[in-house]
């Protein structure tokens, strides 16, 4: 008898994730009193983008521009080629484009919407219908300022915080025929495609569906363009559960999914693992000298958009980092850990949970508040007072007034995004989040609703003021 020993090993696919770096460097974090983070938000009217920064202890606002910078990228920092014109790093940027989201001309911007007004300006005439899976701020304020109206046509199951599909950034193209039936393929100048959605809860779209959404586009001429600003994210879902894409490494994954679309914008502060910047990028020639004409008029020569050189060759190497398999992994597993620890407790978040953040929905958070005294803005407040952790409103505030009514959009999904900064924060600092997050949820009772007291005309829920009551 052999006596024989047997290597044991753990599956692949159920080992934990770690990062894929190590601290160098560190910023000391405040801590800060219940009774201090009251006046606060009295201060400042009960909305988290007034607060100082140095009055926020874990700073889960955003994504966008708040990510660790590698050593690498700092190092970039001090190759900046700070030409007024064809400074290297432009070239480096424009080259990392090319190969890594496949399109063929590029424009640097300073940030997404910088790009997205460019955009607008470039394909938008008064009269013109936009669709996209879900609105975003940013895009949809643009589109309206160029003449356009924006026109949903995501799937219905983005619109169910419980629904579990596993691609709830999907077009529904029954929406879109309608849509083109209704006005004609003429007033459509191209389809705003998110991936993944911001609004939806970081969800994704799938391979397929853009496929499916190529065939429909084709018949009618219609370009697709696409906001990849955490198309990385994306990738990486399509990655872990769209058959067939398991074995493809997500940089394969975003070349594809990049290759049948026309063109994109970005907003490189999330993805990109940068502090500002962004671009746009056409495969077509024509529409490339006219961005290249527009750009010198609202950012800056086409060879810098708005940025330094400094800015460009950091964005560079972030492309380069940010399509990394380990990278991805770790970072939306941060993400996956916050939520399954909010799940645990029954607390009511968006499924499934998404790729750059955990949204909690407000609804069944507060079921006691109606939507028009501001649920999610009540609880991002109650979050920032339990911990002193900043989160964001994702409801009737940011979804605004319809130009046309006046009146506020109610959205199905009243929602406060807990985001988490890429390579920012560690797991200790989920725990300290879900712990805050979860005191609200024993005292959801006792909340109260808030009334709007200022109200900028654009965008208001970056700058809106608000009173308890
Ligand atoms: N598109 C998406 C999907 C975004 O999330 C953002 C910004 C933009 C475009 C605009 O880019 O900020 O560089 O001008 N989102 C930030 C956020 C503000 O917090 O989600 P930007």
Redesign the pocket.
């Known amino acids: 008898m052999t006596d024989e020993k047997r290597v044991r090993r753990r599956d692949a696919t159920k080992k934990s994730w770690a990062e894929p770096w190590k601290v160098k460097m560190v910023e000391p974090a405040r801590w800060t009193t219940r009774e201090h983070r009251e006046r606060c938000l009295e201060e400042t009217g009960f909305n988290t983008f007034l607060l100082r920064s140095e009055d926020v202890t874990i700073d889960l606002l ?3 521009g708040t990510s660790a910078m590698s050593d690498r990228q700092w190092a970039g920092l001090m190759l900046g080629d700070e030409a007024y014109a064809g400074s290297r790093n432009y070239y480096h940027l424009e080259a990392n484009v090319q190969k890594y989201y496949g399109y063929r001309y590029v424009v640097p911007t300073h ?4 790009a ?1 007004h460019l955009i607008a300006k470039m394909f938008i005439k008064p009269g013109d219908f936009i669709p996209g899976n879900m609105y ?1 701020t ?2 949809r304020v643009h589109q309206e300022l160029a003449g356009g109206t924006f026109a949903d046509v995501i799937v219905d199951e983005a619109h169910d915080p419980a629904n579990e599909h596993p691609f709830k950034g999907n077009v529904d193209l029954g929406k879109l025929e309608d849509l083109i039936a209704r006005v004609g393929s003429r007033r459509i100048p191209y389809v705003s495609l ?1 991936a993944t959605v ?1 609004m939806a809860g970081g969800q994704p779209v799938s391979m397929q569906n853009l496929r499916d959404l190529r065939s429909l586009c084709d018949r009618h001429g219609i370009p697709i363009l696409l ?1 990849a ?2 198309a990385i994210e994306n990738a990486y879902f399509i990655q872990q559960r769209e058959g067939g894409y398991g074995g493809k490494s997500v940089a394969e994954i975003l070349l594809e999914f990049c290759s049948i679309t026309d063109g994109s914008w970005m ?1 490189a ?2 993805d990109t693992l940068v502090n500002i910047g ?1 671009w746009l990028a056409v495969n077509d020639v024509e529409k490339f000298d006219e961005a290249r004409n527009l750009v010198v008029v609202f950012e800056g020569l086409h060879t810098y958009g708005g940025l330094a050189g400094r800015d460009m060759e950091a964005m560079a190497i972030g492309i380069e980092e940010s399509v990394d398999d380990d990278h991805i992994r770790a970072r939306v597993g941060q993400v996956e850990y916050l939520g399954q620890k909010l799940l645990g407790w029954g607390i009511p978040i968006v499924l499934p949970i998404g790729g750059h953040a955990v949204f909690i929905d407000a609804k069944r958070f507060y079921p006691h508040i109606p939507q028009d005294h501001f649920p999610a803005q009540a609880l991002a407040a109650d979050i920032y007072i339990e911990g002193g952790i900043r989160t964001m409103e994702r409801g009737i505030v940011s979804a605004g007034r319809d130009p046309e009514t006046g009146r506020h959009r109610s959205p199905r999904l009243e929602l406060v995004r807990v ?1 988490i900064p890429r390579r920012v924060y560690t797991q200790a600092h989920m725990d300290v989040t879900a712990e805050a997050i979860e005191e609200a949820w024993w005292n959801r009772d006792l909340a109260t609703g808030l009334r709007m007291i200022y109200e900028p005309k654009y965008l208001r829920f970056f700058q809106a003021r608000f009173q308890r009551g």
């Open positions: 955003t994504d966008s940030q997404g919407r910088g997205e975003f940013t895009t998110g911001n906001d600003t955490r907003s502060k999330k962004g985001t």
